[in-house]
């Protein structure tokens, strides 16, 4: 019996004639995998025993566009959501409470998109979806002193303060308010908002160099108020300096943690404006911490210090190691990314899918960042545009790109790319997603079949 035998495999070359195919490659790669050159079958998936928990309004798993798995003590759990939903984790080390930060279309809020924070309950498995959005208290009002002795002038803020230690933007100033110092003062009554379990005072201490806004006193929420009180005001017990904090937009999207102890995100609002945390702070997002690019976001992608800006239009480059002193520059492409579910990071690189092909962004000998066509030499503009590339689903794993798309007449075809040393090659296969993720915890690549599938 004869046989056929390939000493190298190259994949397949959808652009290039079959008559014109080079040695070592195929019109059709079918439920096979390329590792060292060699043919390998695709490994039969296996359904995942993790519980599934569908948020946002989701009724069926075959429906769901984003997933998580989120991994608390001993329990693993599927979340899944019907729109784009990005998951951030908790800057906390040995964070009891499991926190993850989610923000998109998360189901929560009067719009839907409200950025929440998901954590377990003290002490047990269950956990509570609370938004970080935070409405400032009204400016605080302070009775002045009555005391006998020299007066000083000053202004205070409030501030108050979730169960999870976030806390709100400052109120508006009061007004000028005399008081002795070391003796007591009086400050109003105010409803205390949902969520709220402390109110902060702060005050600008005099003749410091900047005149600075100092933490003075805080207070405990009874019932539903934090009701007025008397307290000791001393400026030699004046404490820390409050930070610069600005409460997130209410459609705030895309968060995702940054090396250096901050966050990035955007909003819809504001479709061509990336804006960061202040470091350490997960829910203040400072006006002073927001870059202007030329199109709208698509979505963000994060290597390394450097936060690589996908757009409708060229992508851009922000680098630097604090929210305040990024450098904004736009890359040499006019590669636009055209489906948000695309965009994975693989090896210090980002990937996403463009009309033309699958782009890679990643450092270069002459470019901090150079934007590269990696399936150029695999797919045409033709055979690319017929893949409908605006509905391609794309997770990195195993070192390899793994891609599914939907072409215009419904049905569906998916890709692995994988790439070694500098050259990359194409197999396709039978399996179908419409949401995928990969969990560096398990080491999976998890994806939802659509629904019949």
């Known amino acids: 019996m004869s046989t056929i035998r390939i000493s190298e495999f190259l994949g397949m070359l959808p652009r290039v004639h079959p008559l014109q195919l080079p040695d070592g490659c195929a019109v059709k790669a079918y439920n096979c995998t390329l590792y060292n050159g060699k043919i390998s079958p695709l490994r039969q998936p296996v359904v995942s025993s993790f519980p599934v928990r569908m948020e946002n309004g989701l009724t069926a798993i075959g429906d769901a566009r984003s997933l998580y798995v989120w991994t608390r003590g001993e329990t693993r759990e599927m979340l899944a959501w019907p729109g784009v939903v990005k998951v951030a984790t908790s800057n906390i080390a040995d964070d009891d409470r499991y926190r993850i930060f989610v923000t998109g279309d998360t189901g929560i809020g009067a719009g839907g998109k409200e950025p929440a924070v998901y954590a377990v309950a003290s002490g047990g498995t269950d956990f509570t979806r609370t938004s970080i959005v935070k409405v400032p208290l009204p400016q605080p009002y302070l009775g002045n002193s009555a005391a006998v002795g020299t007066f000083r002038y000053t202004v205070f803020f409030q501030t108050w303060v979730d169960a999870f230690g976030y806390m709100s933007g400052p109120s508006a100033p009061s007004s000028q308010v005399q008081y002795v110092d070391g003796q007591p003062i009086v400050v109003g009554a105010v409803d205390a908002p949902s969520g709220a379990v402390l109110r902060r005072l702060w005050k600008v201490v005099s003749g ?246």
């Not at 007449?409 to 179908?432: L, M, P, R």
């Open 208 to 453: 410091t160099e900047t005149e600075s806004i100092q933490f003075v006193w805080e207070q405990a929420k009874v019932n539903d108020s934090f009701p007025t009180a008397f307290f000791t005001i001393a400026d030699a017990d004046a404490g820390e300096i409050l930070p610069e904090f600005e409460s997130p937009p209410v459609d705030l999207a895309w968060m995702t943690f940054v090396p250096g102890n901050y966050y990035v995100g955007i909003s819809a609002s504001t479709p061509k404006t990336v804006m960061f945390t202040a470091q350490g702070y997960p829910t203040s997002w400072p006006l002073d911490y927001r870059y202007d690019v030329r199109d709208p976001v698509v979505g963000i992608a994060v290597c390394g210090n450097s936060v690589v800006v996908l757009t409708t239009g060229a992508p851009w480059l922000l680098s630097g190691t604090t929210p305040g002193t990024m450098a904004a520059s736009v890359l040499q492409s006019e590669q636009a990314c055209v489906s948000p579910y695309s965009i994975c990071t693989m090896d210090g690189a980002a990937f996403y899918v463009s009309k033309d092909g699958i782009c890679m962004v990643a450092p270069s000998s002459n470019y901090p960042m150079l934007v590269q066509n990696v399936t150029e030499k695999m797919f045409g503009k033709r055979e690319w545009e017929a893949l409908n590339p605006s509905s391609c689903v794309m997770q990195a794993y195993d070192g390899a790109l793994h891609a599914w798309f939907t072409l215009t007449t419904g049905q569906n075809i998916g890709y692995i790319f994988k790439f070694a040393d500098g050259a990359a090659a194409v197999t396709s296969h039978d399996e179908v997603a419409r949401a995928a993720y990969y969990d560096p915890e398990t080491d999976g690549l998890y994806y939802v079949r659509e629904v019949g599938s």
